[in-house]
């Protein structure tokens, strides 16, 4: 979403994009996102995530994803899909070939290294996820780098569901986070049941979670009878109706 478009929703968009900062910088005033996301890192618990394209601040050859070619980029290796594939998706979008149209793809394995490489000059540019630069550390000063010395290509914003801005500028569209794939040629049925089964972990994990809560503080054999063999709906009333004891069990047992 262009700040012109996002002006009258969110007025401190156009702000964010210009000065190439994320969400606290305008939140708080003058916290700048290194700050902002040492102070908020442990509330931070995103289910969906961008991915971004850093280049050092005073890169001035590289305003636009064509610019990528002829560059040497730096990314963590080439099946993630954080630190290079959701990237490498741009590139093709953008009539790129991610393997011939750069000078050299340099995988470093470590999403530290790819952001130390931008600022040192390693590379012109490097992919990593959103919120990945606010928490590396200098090796040189032991603090967190300083964000001021990098900006991300095509920086962009999202409106999560519940109305709020993601808060990380981003150079690629939105993707869940952990995404499940399925093959062109996997069974429709086998995947569609897969991905259902997926999606009900959580609250099957929870009444497992429930039954052996139960266990512990039973005092007497009653108790534990109890906890022993009544159904789902006794632990949580809004249990899924899918939800057996089983199931419960099992996905405790993955989930611990």
């Not at 996997?186 to 979670?209: N, R, T």
Request: aromatic content about 8%; proline content about 4%.
């Amino acid at each position: 979403m262009a700040a012109a478009q996002a002006s009258d929703q969110f007025p401190q968009a156009e702000q964010l994009l210009s000065n190439d900062r994320t969400l606290e910088r305008w939140q708080e005033g003058e916290l700048n996102c290194t700050q902002g996301y040492r102070r908020t890192q442990h509330k931070r618990n995103q289910s969906t995530f961008q991915r971004i394209s850093l280049m050092h601040a005073h890169n001035k050859e590289i305003t636009s994803i064509s610019d990528l070619k002829g560059k040497v980029i730096g990314a963590q290796s080439y099946s993630d899909f954080a630190g290079a594939q959701a990237q490498f998706y741009v590139m093709i979008n953008n009539g790129l070939d991610f393997i011939t149209d750069p000078a050299q793809v340099i995988f470093t394995e470590n999403n530290d290294d790819t952001v130390q490489g931008v600022l040192d000059g390693r590379w012109d540019v490097g992919f990593v996820r959103t919120g990945h630069l606010e928490r590396t550390i200098n090796p040189a000063t032991g603090d967190f780098v300083d964000s001021k010395l990098v900006k991300v290509l095509n920086p962009s914003i999202h409106v999560m569901d519940d109305g709020r801005l993601f808060p990380f500028l981003h150079s690629t569209p939105t993707f869940p986070e952990w995404a499940l794939s399925a093959k062109e040629d996997a069974d429709p049925i086998v995947a569609e049941e897969l991905a259902q089964a997926m999606m009900s972990f959580k609250s099957h994990y929870l009444v497992g979670e429930l039954i052996h809560r139960c266990r512990d503080e039973a005092t007497s054999e009653e108790e534990m009878e109890i906890c022993d063999s009544m159904p789902p709906s006794h632990f949580d009333p809004t249990a899924r109706c899918d939800t057996t004891r089983e199931l419960a069990e099992l996905t405790y047992k993955a989930g611990t």
